[in-house]
């Protein structure tokens, strides 16, 4: 099976623009997690979809969005860009009926830098 | 609420030498632990989780219910374990998400 897929793979974008990053999950899993990854911060999660639905959301403003597609794929958004939103994000798909239970497999990630 | 501890940002050993990173959590009711490692220029793979109870590459970690820990354990280490590990959290609800430590980088010394 392929592996979970992230595109871009980088991405430079300057203060008060938009970012749009995509995740493919691995076939027939149907939950899609995706977390913020900082030196100072360590993995923090962003949210959570399932079935097209937003499952679980972390403690992020509201500039952090996301939605999933019937393919499961997805794709997240942040808007107005901050200096400190300079991160690795990461994309995690799973079988997951329940939430957090399952073994989450990783993607490559999206390195974003905001100038 | 949920959380998870992991005192040491970094830990150094000898090869050879017996490894244990820790990790404490903070749950009221019947966690499900995890740990995480993430190899230089690799993607983040799960090493493993208490419910299967296996070994991989030589590690083990028992969940101690009574001292809130899931510590990693590995009777001896060897130079290809240098990474960075995390400690992962969920909870028993449908709806619990899973929580990450801040993880401990391990480096193997010759």
């Known amino acids: 099976k392929a592996g979970v897929t992230q595109t871009p793979r980088y991405l430079i974008k300057t203060r008060g623009q938009q970012v749009t990053l995509s995740c493919s999950p691995i076939s027939g899993h149907r939950s899609v997690s995706w977390y913020q990854q900082t030196p100072g911060q360590g993995l923090q999660f962003l949210f959570e979809y399932f079935s097209e639905t937003q499952r679980n959301k972390g403690n992020f403003p509201g500039r952090f969005s996301g939605r999933q597609f019937s393919n499961s794929r997805s794709e997240m958004n942040v808007s107005t860009l901050e200096l400190g939103d300079s991160a690795l994000y990461l994309c995690a798909s799973s079988l997951a009926v329940t939430s957090g239970q399952e073994t989450q497999y990783f993607g490559p990630g999206t390195r974003l830098l905001v100038l | 609420a949920q959380r998870v501890t992991q005192p040491e940002k970094l830990l150094s050993v000898f090869k050879g030498a017996p490894v244990e990173l820790k990790c404490n959590y903070s749950y009221s009711g019947s966690p499900e632990l995890f740990w995480y490692v993430q190899y230089s220029r690799q993607r983040l793979q799960l090493l493993l989780r208490?419910?299967s109870r296996e070994s991989i590459k030589g590690f083990t970690a028992d969940l101690n219910k009574g001292e809130t820990s899931f510590h990693l354990k590995k009777p001896f280490a060897q130079e290809e374990d240098s990474a960075m590990y995390y400690c992962?959290?969920?909870?028993?609800?449908?709806?619990?998400?899973?929580?990450f430590g801040k993880g401990t980088r391990l480096h193997i010394l010759p």
């Open positions: 992962a959290l969920s909870g028993e609800h449908r709806d619990d998400k899973i929580i």
């Open positions: 208490h419910i």
